[in-house]
Structures are given as structure tokens and as C-alpha cells.
Nanobody, 124 residues
Framework: QVQLVESGGGLVQAGDSLRPSCAAS????????MGWFRQAPGKEREFVAA????????WYADSVKDRFAISTDNAKNTVFLQMNRLNPEDTSIYYC?????????????????WGRGTQVTVSS
């Protein structure tokens, strides 16, 4: 069992930055690939980024790869999502997730555990 708790969302203006975090706890956390997804009202949940705990593997959605960066603090079992040059289209609830399979990282259906999400709102 893995528990995931997101924090660090908020209301910002276009062009600003945010750095939400995800605290992971539970059994064998380091064996999971960690992902961030987001879901806007009326839209499907979409992949944002993923990382393994070694930090040598990172993956990004095309829409964010030049603006967002995913990273980990292994000592604290925490995953970060540095979000720069935010725009109103980035407004969503951002979810942290854990994937034991390590494949199809952009597919929400293969993730085993999810946090409750943190709201990110970007005003124009």
C-alpha cells in the first residue's frame, strides 16, 4: 500500500511559477515510477510527467516539456513538479500517482495509487 499526498498548488498569474510536491509513504515506495497527471473541469485526466526514483528516467507530455520539470528528493520520498511560465490552459487539479509496472507511463489506467490532488489556477 502506498499513500500519496499532494501540496503546493495555488492561484497565480500567467507567467508565474509553482512547485507542487507529492509526499509518498508506504511499502516499497522506491520501486514505483511516479507520475503527475492533471484534470480540468469537463476534460479527461491527462499525463504531465513521470520519473523513477533513480532520477535517470524522466518523461514529459509535449505540452509541458519546455516549461515543467519533475524531480525527487529520495531522502524525503517526495516528488516535485516545477512549473514555469504558467498559462490559463494549465489550470487543473494536479494529481500524483504511483506505477508499479513501469510501462505506458502516460496512461492513467496503469497507475496503482493516486493522491487526492492539488488545485492549480492560473489567471490571465
Amino acid at each position: 500500500q502506498v499513500q500519496l499526498v499532494e501540496s503546493g498548488g495555488g492561484l497565480v498569474q500567467a507567467g508565474d511559477s509553482l512547485r507542487p510536491s507529492c509526499a509518498a509513504s508506504g511499502r516499497a515506495v522506491s520501486t514505483y515510477v511516479m507520475g503527475w497527471f492533471r484534470q480540468a473541469p469537463g476534460k479527461e485526466r491527462e499525463f504531465v510527467a513521470a520519473i523513477n526514483w533513480s532520477g535517470r528516467g524522466t518523461w514529459y507530455a509535449d505540452s509541458v516539456k519546455d516549461r515543467f520539470a519533475i524531480s525527487t528528493d529520495n531522502a524525503k520520498n517526495t516528488v516535485f513538479l516545477q512549473m514555469n511560465r504558467l498559462n490559463p490552459e494549465d489550470t487543473s487539479i494536479y494529481y500524483c500517482a504511483a506505477n508499479s509496472w513501469g510501462q505506458r507511463l502516460n496512461s492513467a489506467s496503469v497507475y496503482d495509487y493516486w493522491g487526492r490532488g492539488t488545485q492549480v489556477t492560473v489567471s490571465s
